[in-house]
Each structure stands twice: as structure tokens, then as C-alpha cells.
């Protein structure tokens, strides 16, 4: 324990001493962790062309640095038990102030990217990862009791949300990064992959923003994770909650149009050595279709129609205990976790359709697709044991170089289905997956260059998928082994070039093995990044796949990445912003195709696929707490010329046209305002979107806002969602979709609808 005055001093280390500089500026700011509590003891370190300063966090989680050189620095913190920052460029102007307000997250073994954040003025500090990297608040959005992660993400560019059986809430979605196929985007929780063997992919539907502290979406192949190279769009990475360095706790409450209730508990903190977060959630939702009837004609001479009644309410329920021992110092930890999601979800409406598509009131006709009863329930237990280990001597400021990390999950997806066929859906159906994951991790800094570093991963992972349904005509149940090996190494030749090289090496008891590059080289000129990257994916065979055609090949793919970022001035309403440029190449695409009743039709690889697309966004803050920002994005995915696209049995595509379901264009204007206690918070975002979009409609906008206020320990939040009512037609309307060109004429497409205008009132009491 430091004396008291100690810890009220800021504590001012440089490697030499600061001498007076003719333009010199100044850096002052604060470190808190995700919770919003200081941390304090955590280390500075700005370094320069030939100007190096340190600084430590009082207790009050403050720093000062009264005097530094202008130009360019990067910064790095740390602070024992956290994840540490780095890479992150921002500007010294002389007489100015550079403001740095630092969010720290809690230690954790795996990762995507860069955990924790770092605003200059306002404004967020200039990244020097090499790929692009949105990162996404669950814990805002909880607070404004948002109960599905999906319609944000959904939100970003060139991030399809694909519906794979309508759009009402309760159906399966997955994402899809930069292309059609779900597949093709690596899905991590906590650093372990979910993809599972029988889609390719993973159902977000039920994620709970409550349970999650950071989401992280890194786009394209560029070598800034250590996960493996099996994706091609990207990934997308969800940390859950962890224990916190002081005890806090939340009572939530929330309710919302179709008499949606939200409850979440939550506790977290720190007793001597052991660290604990705590949570339980529960959701319900009668739904926007409820106790709905509609008429059923049954087949034959003199047969009367029967009424039948429809629904679509939600029962959910999320669970996660985690304990943490950390070792003398801070020094490592080992870790237990425990989550789940229970949920029954009635999808009877959802999967209905009216047999006339201007016709869907109460006792509407729907003798074409009716699933009275239909219901899906789930449980995804997930148990998981992590080790930390600090090596190397300790530095001045008492942190090791080197560290060493082990991570196990076993995950168990399991599902049952109540009246619904088999053939429907690949997501919908009984079926019992475990996947048990191994990870093993080494990272290093290296002494005496410029930003050296190394790293190496292991990753084991096995699968057993029991789903008779989903593989028969083979065996009800099947395995299957992967495993990566990654190395890593990144380096710095002078202040301005950087760069990162890395080697996957990849085996699947499915195809065989590959070896996949990837290279990144960064150009820092002042206030400004610019990145490129280059690398090759790849995408086995899936299971359920094999099980219908075992000749099927591996994806290959080619990408590059082509981006800048830069910060229009060092003021505190510097205006920023970004693009990048993006072409992948994806040889062998498995494509498969379904006939109205269900039946596999055709499953094959088609030759080529081509992605490509470009990025923008900006940033202007209007004052210190309301900022404007804007995006674009154009998703360009087509198929090349190939002579199974000709096939009647094909499926219905033509080369160098549009994927159906991936909308060109989308675009995004927000107006977000973060005002202190007692005053007025909120946001207003219009997120738009092109034809040939996942709900298969023209071109449309859709419209949310929130608005709400702190008092004490009290936050009260009134948000609300597709406040224009877009598309709030309650059913999937059969063939009533914007038509698909194919060869010879159109083809008719399924219109998806959205749930209607919702608002919801949250309240949260912290202590």
C-alpha cells in the first residue's frame, strides 16, 4: 500500500530531464476501467521521435504532463490486472492541451484485438492497428435496455445481419462481414471460436447486451488477431463481463412495447486475491403477434377451415458466474466461468406466412405455410478455466515483458424443435453440438528495437454434432479436428513505417492442412494512418456438407485492404475521419440451394467469388459532449462466370451481379450527445439501406433514438427503435419480395418484415 501522499502525487518520470522546449505543448487526462472507476497506479508512456515521457494515475486516476515536445507520440498503458493499451497515435501542438481520457479493460487471456479505448479531446485516438476495428458498447446499450445486440450490429458497414427465416425476433440471424455467406465471418466468444460444424456459422440472435463488456469487429484478413485463418470477412469478438478491481453491483429494470420486461442483476469486485462477476438476466416478451388468429383451410370436399391461434413471444434467461484468483502482485491469474442462455421462443407467427400478401389482419387466410405451435428451445451452457502468467523480470514500473496464457471452453449448443419439419431449416432443428477448445498463447516484446514484437498461438479445437436431421442421409453424428498454429511478428523501422508479418498453419480433419501469409505495412505522417494488407484464407468443407457431397473443396481466398485515418487538426473540435478499400477473391464457394419443399437440390462449388467494397466514415464534435458522425459503405459480392450458374438445378445466379440479400449501399448519420450527472444524454441515428438488402425490400431507412439522465447513482433511459414502423407487416409475406433477375426472367423472392415501432423505459440503480 503506498503512503496517501504518495498517492495523491502525480509521479513524473522521464528519461532524461524535460528540457525547455520553444513549442511544447502539454498532456493531462484520466484512466478509468470499464465500469467507470479510476484506476490508479496505471503508467503512462508517450513516445516521440526523440522525446520519451512517463507519468502514473494518482488515486484519483489522473495525470499531468506539464511540458512536451509538439509532434507526433505513441501512447502506451498500463496498470496491473488490466489489459494493457498501445499503438495509439494522437498530436502535442505547442500551447495547447492534449486532453486524454483512457478506458482500461480487466485482464483477459484472449482477444481479437486491442482491448480498452482512448479519446484525445473528445475525439478517439488515431489507431495503429493493421486491419479496421469498430468497437461497440453493449453496456450503453443495456443501459438503454436494448435486449438484442443483432439491431447494432446490424447497423455497421458492409456487416450483413442475415435473416435465415424472416425478420421478426426470436428466428435465427448470423452475420455476414463483407460478403453473402455467414460462414465465411470467424465468430469469437472470449477468444474462442463458435462456428459450429453443422451452418458454418453462429446464431447472435439471443445474445444479451448485459452479459457482454466490449464487442470488437475487426474487418478482413489483415494479421491483427491470432485466431485462425478460416474466415474471409472478418470477425467479430464478444467479451464477457469480468471482476472488477473495486466491488460495484446494478439492479436493471426495463419495460417496452409488447409488454417486454427486462430484470438483470449484476455484481462484480475484488476480497483480497479472489475477483467475482456476477450475473442474471431475464427477458420477456409477449411479442408483436400475440394470440393471433388466423384461418387454416384444410384440404378435401366439404372440409370447414379451422381456427388457429399464433404467436411469437420470448422467454429467455442469461446466467454467468466468474471467479478470478489473482497471484502476489497482480502478477497472473486463473479464472473459472460459467454462462448460459435458456430460452423458449415461439415461433408460430414468425414462420407463418398470409396466403395473400395484402392480407394479413386477424382470421387471414394462411394455408400455404402455418406452423401453429411451432416453438424452439434452447440452452447453451458454455464452462471455461483460463491461466495468466507473467515471465521475465519485472521493469521500473513492476510489470513483466512477457506473458504466457491457457485457455479451455467446452461449449454445448443444444436445441429441440416443437413443430417444425426438418427440411426447413438448418438452424431449426434438434441437434446437440459440443465443441471443446484449447488455446495456448506466448507474447513478447522485444528489447532494444523500435516496437518489436513476438507472438505465438496454439489452438486445438474438437467438435462432435449430433443432428440426425441436418446429416442424414450419414451418420446422426459426426466429428471433426482443427487446430492453427500463428506466429506473429511486428516490428518498427523508423517513427513512421511499421510492420506486421504473420504465418497461419492450419489443419482440419475435413480437408487436410494450409498455410495462409499475412503482411501489414503502416505509414504514420502526422495526425494520420495509412495501412495496407495483404493475405490468404481459407474455408474447409462443413460437416453437414460432407454428409451430402464428401468431394466437396476447401474455399481459398485472396484479400487486400487498402486504408487511412486522420485527425483534421489537434483541437478539441478537430474533425476525423476514414476510409479504406477492399478486394477479396474467394476460389471454390460451396453453394447449395433449396426446393419449396425443402429438398437439397443442388450442393457443389461454383468457381469464384469476388468482394469488394470501400469504407468511410467521419467524426465532427459540435462542442465537448455532442458529436456528429456519418459512414458510408459499398458492398460489392458477385460470383464470376462459372457453368454451374447455368444449371437449372443451380442456383439462380448470374455473373457479376449482386448477392441477393447483401445491399450495396449503406449508409449511417448519428447525432450523440454525453453530458454529465443531472443533465440530458442522448442520440438519434439513421441507418440506411440499398435494394437487394437482407429483407429482400426496396430501399428503406430505419430510425431509433434514446434519451435519458443520471441523478446519483440512478440512470433513467427511455429509448426507442424503427420508430417510422418500417416494414411492421408482422409476417413473412410470401413471394412478395423485390425479384431476383436470373437467367431467362425473375425470380420471385420472400418480402421479410420488421417488428414495429417499440419503446422502452430503463432504469438502473448502481451501487
Not at 91 to 119: H, P
Not at 614 to 638: F, H, I, K, M, W
Request: hydrophobic share 40%; aromatic share 8%; proline share 7%.
Amino acid at each position: 500500500m503506498w503512503p496517501r501522499y504518495a498517492l495523491m502525487t502525480i509521479v513524473l518520470l522521464t528519461t532524461c530531464a524535460a528540457p525547455a522546449y520553444a513549442a511544447s505543448g502539454s498532456v493531462s487526462g484520466d484512466v478509468r476501467d470499464t465500469a467507470g472507476m479510476p484506476v490508479g497506479r496505471a503508467q503512462i508512456v508517450l513516445q516521440g521521435q526523440s522525446n520519451r515521457y512517463s507519468a502514473a494515475t494518482d488515486a484519483r486516476g489522473e495525470f499531468s504532463i506539464a511540458v512536451v515536445g509538439e509532434g507526433m507520440y505513441v501512447l502506451t498503458v498500463r496498470a496491473s490486472g488490466y489489459a494493457p493499451i498501445a499503438n495509439r497515435q494522437f498530436a502535442v501542438a505547442a500551447g495547447a492541451v492534449a486532453q486524454l481520457n483512457v478506458v482500461l479493460a480487466r485482464a483477459a487471456v484472449n482477444g481479437v484485438a486491442t482491448l480498452g479505448s482512448v479519446t484525445v479531446n473528445g475525439a478517439n485516438a488515431l489507431s495503429r492497428a493493421s486491419a479496421p476495428v469498430v468497437d461497440i458498447n453493449p453496456q450503453s446499450l443495456a443501459a438503454q435496455g436494448a435486449f438484442q445486440l443483432t439491431d447494432v450490429i446490424a447497423q455497421q458497414l458492409n456487416a450483413t445481419m442475415v435473416h435465415e427465416q424472416g425478420g421478426a425476433p426470436g428466428l435465427p440471424q448470423t452475420l455476414a462481414l463483407r460478403g453473402p455467406d455467414p460462414q465465411e465471418t470467424l465468430v469469437d466468444i472470449d477468444g474462442h471460436q463458435v462456428n459450429n460444424e453443422n451452418t458454418g456459422d453462429f446464431d447472435l440472435e439471443l445474445l444479451d447486451p448485459a452479459e457482454f463488456a466490449g464487442v470488437q469487429i475487426v474487418y478482413g484478413v489483415g494479421p491483427s488477431s491470432l485466431v485462425g485463418a478460416d474466415y474471409e470477412g472478418g470477425a467479430i469478438n464478444f467479451r464477457t463481463i469480468e471482476p472488477t478491481a473495486r466491488s460495484q453491483g446494478l439492479l436493471r429494470f426495463s419495460y417496452g412495447s409488447f409488454d417486454s420486461f427486462g430484470e438483470t442483476l449484476e455484481a462484480s469486485g475484488t476480497d483480497a486475491r479472489i475477483g467475482y462477476a456476477l450475473l442474471y438476466r431475464r427477458f420477456t416478451t409477449q411479442g408483436e403477434v400475440n394470440d393471433y388468429p388466423i384461418v387454416i383451410a384444410l384440404p378435401g370436399p366439404g372440409v370447414l377451415a379451422q381456427t388457429a391461434i399464433v404467436g411469437s413471444s420470448i422467454d429467455a434467461t442469461t446466467t454467468l458466474a466468474k471467479v478470478r484468483y489473482s497471484f502476489a502482485g497482480n502478477a497472473g491469474f486463473v479464472e473459472a466461468t460459467f454462462r448460459d442462455t435458456a430460452a423458449y421462443r415461439d415461433l408460430s407467427a414468425p414462420l407463418s406466412s398470409p396466403d395473400d400478401p395484402n392480407d394479413f389482419g386477424p382470421n387471414a387466410p394462411f394455408t400455404q405455410n402455418n406452423f401453429p405451435g411451432a416453438a424452439a428451445l434452447t440452452s447453451a451452457p458454455a464452462y471455461g478455466l483460463d491461466l495468466q502468467l507473467p515471465l521475465g523480470r519485472k521493469d521500473a514500473s513492476g510489470e513483466t515483458p512477457s506473458t504466457l496464457t491457457f485457455s479451455h471452453l467446452t461449449n454445448v449448443s443444444d436445441q429441440s424443435v416443437e413443430n417444425i419439419q426438418p427440411n426447413l431449416n438448418p438452424y431449426l432443428l434438434d441437434a446437440n453440438d459440443r465443441v471443446d477448445d484449447d488455446i495456448a498463447r506466448f507474447e513478447r516484446p522485444l528489447p532494444g528495437k523500435i516496437d518489436a514484437q513476438l507472438a505465438f498461438s496454439l489452438d486445438l479445437r474438437r467438435e462432435t454434432l449430433d443432428a440426425p436431421s441436418a446429416l442424414a442421409p450419414g451418420p446422426p453424428q459426426q466429428t471433426a479436428t482443427q487446430g492453427w498454429i500463428v506466429g506473429r511478428y511486428t516490428w518498427s523501422s523508423n517513427d513512421l513505417f511499421h510492420y506486421t508479418l504473420a504465418t497461419y498453419y492450419s489443419w482440419d480433419s475435413t480437408f487436410g492442412t494450409s498455410v495462409d501469409p499475412r503482411v501489414a505495412v503502416l505509414w504514420t505522417p502526422h495526425n494520420s494512418v495509412v495501412h495496407f494488407s495483404f493475405g490468404t484464407g481459407f474455408q474447409p468443407p462443413l460437416l453437414t456438407n460432407l454428409a451430402f457431397n464428401p468431394s466437396l473443396l476447401a474455399e481459398r481466398s485472396v484479400e487486400y485492404d487498402l486504408g487511412a485515418e486522420r485527425r483534421f487538426g489537434d483541437g478539441p473540435r478537430a474533425s476525423s475521419g476514414s476510409f479504406d478499400v477492399y478486394n477479396t477473391v474467394v476460389n471454390n464457394p460451396t453453394y447449395e440451394t433449396q426446393a419449396a419443399d425443402g429438398a437439397l437440390t443442388f450442393l457443389g462449388n461454383i468457381g469464384q467469388n469476388v468482394y469488394r467494397g470501400l469504407e468511410l466514415r467521419a467524426e465532427q464534435p459540435l462542442s465537448r459532449n455532442v458529436s456528429l458522425t456519418a459512414a458510408y459503405g459499398v458492398d460489392s459480392a458477385y460470383p464470376t462466370s462459372d457453368p454451374n450458374l447455368s444449371n437449372p438445378s443451380a442456383p439462380p445466379l448470374l455473373p457479376g451481379q449482386q448477392f441477393q440479400g447483401v445491399p450495396l449501399h449503406k449508409a449511417q448519420l448519428a447525432l450523440q450527445s454525453r453530458q454529465g450527472s443531472g443533465a440530458l444524454n442522448f442520440s438519434v441515428g439513421a441507418t440506411y439501406e440499398s435494394d437487394a438488402n437482407e429483407l429482400n425490400r426496396p430501399t428503406y431507412v430505419l430510425l431509433d433514438a434514446s434519451v435519458g439522465t443520471t441523478f446519483g447513482h440512478t440512470d433513467i433511459n427511455v429509448s426507442g427503435t424503427n420508430l417510422t414502423n418500417q416494414y411492421d407487416d408482422k409476417f413473412t409475406l410470401v413471394n412478395a419480395g423485390v425479384p431476383l433477375p436470373i437467367p431467362g426472367g425473375t425470380m420471385p423472392t420472400n418480402a421479410y418484415s420488421l417488428q414495429g415501432a417499440a419503446v422502452r423505459v430503463t432504469v438502473t440503480q448502481r451501487f
